[in-house]
């Protein structure tokens, strides 16, 4: 009974997110990237690409403090919103690395192992080496700017560079060119991706309740 249970809200929470997905391509047209349309604008020219760094590991006196600090490992598939992290660091692990800080709102997006995994900042974090974060300017919604990052895993991973291990530089992210409609049509998106989360939470909190 409790796996029936637990596979009807597991078949909800797909459902809403095909809903998601479904009203994005409705309301802007296409949702694939990868033609890379030349009438598009740049990463660069709608926010600010940031990047992090992992302060020393036998420096004490870096870890444990009071600042958010996420690695790629943290982000899944089956989570966007992050407002906490599983190491901390000080003030002084901070400025041993002069990290970039991350603001709430800022697009999370893991860089190398593996390329493509993407997330919401919801409160001011930093962040190790495998990020390629973006802060998003006045034209473009982190709602937006989510939802058509990860339907392209596929594409970003193919944009992936090096021997060893494929990884995407900063360079490349500012590059790469996305469709940016009105800031209005990307709001009232919003506005339904909020909508939706609200059914997915209360649904999740039901099933906690019933213990499903």
Wanted: net charge neutral; proline share 3%.
């Amino acid at each position: 009974m409790v796996g029936s249970s637990t596979s009807v809200v597991q078949a909800a929470n797909e459902y809403f997110d095909a809903l998601v997905k479904s009203r994005f391509i409705e309301m802007f047209g296409l949702i694939d990237i990868s033609s890379q349309n030349k009438e598009w604008s740049e990463i660069r020219d709608v926010g600010v690409v940031l990047t992090g760094s992992t302060p020393k590991t036998g420096m004490d006196e870096y870890w444990g403090g009071d600042n958010l600090w996420i690695t790629p490992a943290e982000l899944s598939v089956d989570r966007k919103y992050y407002s906490d992290t599983e190491r901390k660091i000080t003030d002084l692990g901070v400025q041993s690395c002069s990290l970039d800080k991350i603001e709430p709102g800022t697009v999370l997006l893991t860089s190398r192992a593996p390329i493509g995994k993407v997330g919401i900042a919801t409160s001011q974090m930093y962040c190790n080496q495998g990020f390629k974060n973006i802060q998003c300017g006045h034209k473009i919604n982190s709602e937006y700017l989510y939802t058509l990052l990860f339907y392209n895993t596929e594409y970003l991973n193919s944009l992936g560079r090096g021997a060893t291990f494929k990884e995407i530089s900063r360079k490349i992210v500012e590059s790469i060119r996305i469709p940016v409609p009105s800031i209005e049509l990307q709001n009232q998106f919003a506005d339904f991706v909020k909508q939706v989360d609200k059914s997915k939470f209360i649904l999740s909190r039901m099933a906690e309740l019933l213990g499903l």
